[in-house]
């Protein structure tokens, strides 16, 4: 059997695509290595979302074709091009980069061991041979789904849909995986009872928004933004939250990736009572400026994303807020840019990412005028940053000599409550302690986005 080296780019999201083309391949017989130099074939799983994401993307694709010219032993060694950026430049790509063996889409991953065994038989192969790309994505995982998680064995994401229906003006994300697409409850379910069996302690819900779940398959097939949901027409991610709490074990859930457009007060209820999902919730909301969240297509406004966070915070008590804001979207004025500051330092998020606008062809914003300078977004984003830092000093401070729960993810590392996998900070504690453990913890000292834990070693 073949051997084979897989890269994975990208989001969780991303990852989970590579762990399901691992899981097919692992089930076809092929054999995987951690060494590209000592693999018949390397597969690039790629992201395309924004520039640095594309770059990094054709970064690796490079750099295996520079090492197969150097090294005449890997001369025979075929290059595969999967994900998101095959997915968004099907046409452009087998003329850009001819020495790439095959370009994969999102919908082809399953097929992954028959498209590796093509590429091994193909000599002088022409472009459309190399291409494995469907026009329009349609596939959505199953809890049966062939997998092999690339997560540590305490710890794993379920894709609970796949898509996007928002019409948000930067995002290229609707146009390369298409509409959305929800599982059943039932199948999610399913698949969190078996990680749990497996002895997975933290399950993080993802899929471009997943306060939308369910929603795809009610009878108006899409809610109306910021209506009230009336789960009585079908499934809905709060329904979802309390069968996960509801399951046997003790274990995490944590909800990563929703939208302001579609929480509802019986989202907010369902949190605080179920003792399971942690009370933590990443909401991008991308800006607070009444023009600018017109100019996005956000469909919310200043008042409705106020109130929302009001809500929240006093129905969800200890809750641990992550966000996510553009600076220098076109026509970002001072006075907005000014709101936004004054927005961050007055809601004083637990975590917070900031990012630069990336002009992204194909998007409605691509087309806009006022097009903000790359300086001016540069100075923007290190003042909001800069801002965000000096508040999470202040929210890591003010955790010293409290006593809190955390998951063990490596030798004297862990994570709060606070803290999602990868993205936010961690927890140094007691390197003696059980890996995938819970421990309580009585917190001694901040530094930074990170707390320092009684027996930590730092």
Known sequence: MPTVALVSLGCAKNLIDSEIMIGHLHKAGVTLTPHPELADAVIINTCSFIDTAKKESIDA????????????TRKRQKLIVAGCLPQRFSKELPKLL??????VGLDEIVRIPEILSDVLELKDGNAAERDYVSRVSKYVPDYDTPRYRLTPRHMAYIKIAEGCNHPCSFCIIPQIRGGHRSRTLASVVREAQILIQEGVREINLISQDTTYFGMDRWETGRAKPNSPVDSSRGESIADLLRALNGLEGDFWVRLLYTHPAHWSDELIQTIAACDKVVK??????????DPMLSRMRRETDR??????????????????IRTAFIVGFPGETDDDFNQLLSFVESSRFERMGVFQYSREEGTNAYRL??????????SRWNRTMALQRKINEEISTAQIGKTIRVIVDSPGKARSWMDAPEV?????????????????VV???ARGYDLIADGAIV
């Open 443 to 445: 917190i001694r000292d």
């Open 369 to 378: 005028d006022s097009q903000v300078h790359p300086m001016r977004r540069k």
């Open 424 to 440: 936010d900070g961690i927890v140094h504690v007691d390197p003696a302690m059980t890996v995938g453990s819970f421990v309580d």
């Open 98 to 103: 001819p020495e790439v063996d095959a370009f």
């Open 280 to 289: 933590y919730v990443d909401i991008p909301l991308q800006h607070i400026s």
């Open 303 to 320: 008042a409705h994303i106020e109130g929302l966070l009001s809500r929240m915070r006093k129905g969800i008590p200890g809750l641990a």
């Open 61 to 72: 694709v490079f750099e295996v074709i520079e090492q197969r010219m150097e090294d005449p």
